[in-house]
């Protein structure tokens, strides 16, 4: 007799018949899967820090994989969480130590009441998350809002970024596609920030559809039926809905524009590192468009750039795609 433990918690007590096609070490292995969790299984952690000058977070994460195996940190894009990356975590955790923190503003993160949402804070915030697990080393995959993130995290510690892969993560203006980014730039315009302007952004881009919007769009028809709309919903119920969730969304359209001047910045990062770079590139994204991957190429020669049939959250249909070419990346580019 064996007690098996569901993903949903519910324990059942099953008899393995001793038949002829179940010899022995069968059921001794039937046995042992059900009483050992493997390392390689997603964790769910909640990690209390608090960055010089701010107030104190509660950072929830998924861990996977082997500690002493190569990090890889996976930081997510708007409007989502680390549950962005539920299905590409498994495919990589056998071989690396996988962490997906939700930044601040997203997910079952904590963040301070009177926090400023900034680039600058969400970035203040994982590194101090990043130094309380004592990770010096990783391998990032950007995406999105994870891209600035992670380009302040290099400006800052650049010796500790070993190697990016970047799935519709921009570094160069080329990257913004238009009329998405028309709107929000709206904003920026003389540092504006007005209230017409929050509101149209509130209506149009802060809502089901346009959430929806984002795991369809640029998708082949073909693949509407591999994304689960229980995620896109789960981004808005979580992250966008309610007067609160869209004015810190709002503060951080506004704050975008501070990523760009860093672009120069980040750029220089890549010419003088040369740091190894993989781009999994959604080609029919509208928001961050093809002409940002080929970019790379313009600092990183040697960068690999991939083109994926697929949209912004390209993870949904291209998964498999994508965790053999980061596989592969890695393999070469060890550390």
């Excluded at 433990?5 to 038949?19: A, D, K, T, V």
């Excluded at 292995?29 to 990690?47: K, N």
């Excluded at 049939?309 to 580019?333: C, M, Q, S």
């Amino acid at each position: 007799m064996v007690m098996i433990q569901s993903s949903y918690g519910i324990n059942r007590i099953i008899s393995i018949p001793h038949l002829p096609y179940f010899n022995k070490s069968e059921t001794a292995m039937a046995t042992s899967l059900s009483t050992t969790i493997p390392v390689s299984a997603p964790t769910y952690h909640d990690l209390a820090v608090q960055p010089s000058g701010l107030g104190k977070f509660s950072i929830h994460y998924i861990e996977a994989g082997e500690p002493t195996n190569p990090t890889v940190l996976l930081l997510h894009g708007f409007p989502s969480s680390s549950t962005q990356y539920r299905n590409l975590i498994p495919l990589l955790s056998d071989d690396y130590h996988v962490l997906a923190p939700d930044l601040p503003g997203y997910g079952l993160t904590q963040s301070p009441p009177d926090l400023a949402y900034t680039f600058d804070n969400l970035t203040a915030a994982i590194s101090a998350w990043l130094i309380a697990l004592n990770i010096e080393s990783y391998a990032v995959y950007v995406f999105d809002y994870g891209a600035p993130v992670a380009w302040r995290l290099a400006l800052a510690n650049p010796d500790h970024i070993k190697a990016i892969i970047s799935q519709n993560g921009n570094a160069y203006d080329a990257g913004f596609g238009h009329p998405f980014w028309t709107p929000i730039e709206k904003l920026w315009h003389n540092e504006s920030n007005s209230l017409e302007d929050r509101d149209w952004l509130r209506d149009n881009y802060l809502t089901i559809p346009g959430t929806k919007g984002q795991y369809y769009t640029g998708f082949p028809e073909k693949d509407h039926e591999l994304v689960n709309p229980v995620q896109y919903m789960t981004d808005y119920l979580m992250n966008l809905k309610g007067r609160e969730n869209q004015e810190r969304q709002l503060d951080l359209f506004f704050d975008y524009r501070t990523n760009l001047p860093l672009y120069p910045k980040v750029q220089q990062w890549f010419r003088e590192s040369q740091v190894p770079l993989l781009a999994c590139w959604g080609k029919n994204d509208v928001i961050f468009v093809w002409p940002g991957a080929e970019a790379f190429k313009r600092d990183l020669p040697e960068a690999e750039i991939h083109a994926l049939d697929a949209g912004h959250f390209a993870l949904e249909t291209k998964r498999w795609e994508v965790a053999r070419l980061i596989k592969a990346f890695l393999k070469k580019n060890k550390f």
